[in-house]
């Protein structure tokens, strides 16, 4: 082989390493309590539909005790996000908890706020509950709001902020379901950009 060909050949060789796509991240779906299935294929079909990544499904476990709120009777997410950080097998990049339980953190100055789901910047856990999602509401409804929100805190693991495009699923909910209801149940473009390889076409 000449010197010029075997330069020819390397840089072929190069090029198609800069071309080859980054793994998909390894996404788990941890129920916690009992959830039914049809909203555990609910966050996996929304969530494959938005983002490049293997998604896998873990046994379901019980809501740690470590994360009740006597007080309130219900769940401190951001105690279940330290649970879920801590008891999420390795080789899991991001993890989103499931419940049907009602969660809540604090906001602002209320100190116990009733949420749908808490998801940390650039972190590896979030959480998603249906209890508000589907009150008065068919099922078909509570499971559409449902991809939505796990859609939206997966989001915020991939480091995506609160978007200011109007009905984008990154915008700020503020505890309202009709922002989540409003939405067009997708990224908007900024936020695409912003995801790069990890958005699905
Ligand atoms: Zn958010
Ligand atoms: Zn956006």
């Not at 801590?86 to 602002?108: H, L, M, N, W």
């Not at 209890?131 to 859609?151: D, H, P, Q, S, Y």
Request: with cysteine; charged share 25%; net charge positive.
């Amino acid at each position: 082989m000449t010197g010029a060909r075997l330069l020819a050949v390397l840089f072929l060789a190069l090029a198609s390493l800069a071309r080859a796509e980054p793994p998909a991240p390894h996404v788990a779906i941890q129920p916690l309590g009992k959830v039914p299935d049809h909203v555990i294929a609910a966050i996996r079909e929304k969530l494959g539909a938005l983002y490049h990544a293997d998604i896998a499904l873990l046994p379901a476990r019980e809501l740690p005790v470590s994360a009740y709120f006597r007080p309130r009777a219900r769940y401190r997410a951001e105690k279940l996000l330290d649970w879920l950080a801590r008891e999420t097998p390795a080789g899991v990049d991001k993890v989103i908890g499931i419940t049907q339980s009602d969660i809540s953190t604090t906001k602002d100055d209320i100190p116990d706020w009733g949420i749908f789901g808490l998801g940390e910047l650039n972190k590896r856990p979030c959480v998603v509950s249906t209890f508000r999602l589907g009150r008065e509401v068919v099922v078909a409804k509570m499971i559409e709001r449902t991809g939505r929100v796990a859609g939206h805190e997966i989001g915020h693991t991939f480091n995506l902020e609160h978007c200011p495009t109007p009905r984008c699923l990154m915008n700020d909910a503020r505890g309202k379901v009709q922002v989540v209801d409003d939405s067009t149940g997708q990224l908007c473009p900024d936020c695409r950009a912003k995801l790069g390889p990890l958005v699905r076409e």
